[in-house]
């Protein structure tokens, strides 16, 4: 990553500044500015487009914070990201925010959020307890600022290359010809939420019969399925024979939603066989 934000895949990017401030028309203001002349220049666009940041703006940035003292589970970048900025609350302090952060909640009808990062608890509280004392308009200014701070901070760390975007999704697979002994490269693949039916990500697996973005970072427990449109590829294997499985689908369980779930597939003409991979 370089700091003008160049070089980068545009999906990735936008994974990155999305973590940063997840405000989509911050994130495309960002990378419309690509490529900046410096790092001062990348952070100044980013200061000016989030200091017009909505009511609704706000609200929706809100919703990807966890409270202060209630550290965010995952392994995505913006959980590792938080559990790192609010480092210096500790349990003692954690047992102080219960009560705090829901007189804020009620005052204001949404949680508190501060720039964490470099403070410890007992500072954290007494800056909470302060902005009790603001009405709802200039609350609603402070929460802005402090977006503004966090959306800063995560960039410098963008900028430097050391937030790291997800290149996989929670589910994956990998297609396998064994009859040729070859990745199928080519071959369609739907994710889909079995109980609906609706779909969640679709992609195509690459050379190597991978495919590595399929759907949602995060999936919760329940059962799904994964469709691959087998039709084009077994029929191209044989012109004269129309595909004895034009469609093959796959359906597994999550249990636990913080694991990554691969699903490979070994594909014949007339035969497939899945498992459990890693």
Excluded at 21 to 30: C, M, Q, S
Excluded at 261 to 277: A, D, I, K
């Amino acid at each position: 990553m370089r700091s003008d934000l160049s070089g980068t895949a545009d999906e990735d990017l936008r994974a990155q500044l999305t973590t940063c401030l997840a405000v989509p028309r911050w994130v495309r203001e960002v990378m419309a500015g690509r490529p900046y002349a410096d790092r001062a220049a990348l952070l100044a666009a980013a200061d000016r487009a989030a200091a017009t940041l909505t009511t609704d703006e706000v609200a929706a940035a809100l919703a990807g914070h966890p409270r202060i003292g209630e550290h965010a589970t995952g392994a995505g970048p913006a959980a590792l990201l938080s559990r790192s900025e609010q480092a210096g609350v500790d349990s003692a302090a954690a047992e102080e925010f219960v009560a705090a952060n829901q007189e804020y909640e009620r005052r204001f009808g949404h949680i508190y959020l501060v720039c964490a990062a470099g403070r410890g608890g007992q500072d954290l509280l007494a800056d909470l307890r302060t902005r009790l004392g603001n009405d709802r308009d200039t609350e609603l200014t402070v929460v802005a600022s402090e977006l503004r701070k966090i959306a800063r901070q995560r960039l410098e760390k963008v900028a430097d290359g050391l937030l790291v975007p997800r290149t996989r999704s929670a589910v994956t697979t990998h297609v396998l010809d064994t009859a040729s002994g070859l990745p199928a490269a080519g071959v369609p693949v739907r994710l889909e939420a079995y109980d609906t039916g609706a779909t969640l990500g679709t992609g195509v697996t690459d050379a190597d019969g991978r495919c590595h973005r399929l759907g949602p970072d995060r999936l919760d427990a329940g059962v799904y399925r994964l469709v691959l449109d087998t039709e084009a590829y077994l029929s191209a294997l044989d012109d004269d024979t129309p595909a004895f499985f034009p469609e093959v689908t796959v359906s597994f369980r999550i249990s636990d939603p913080n694991r990554h779930h691969h699903v490979p597939v070994l594909l014949s003409p007339f035969s497939f066989t899945s498992y459990r991979g890693s």
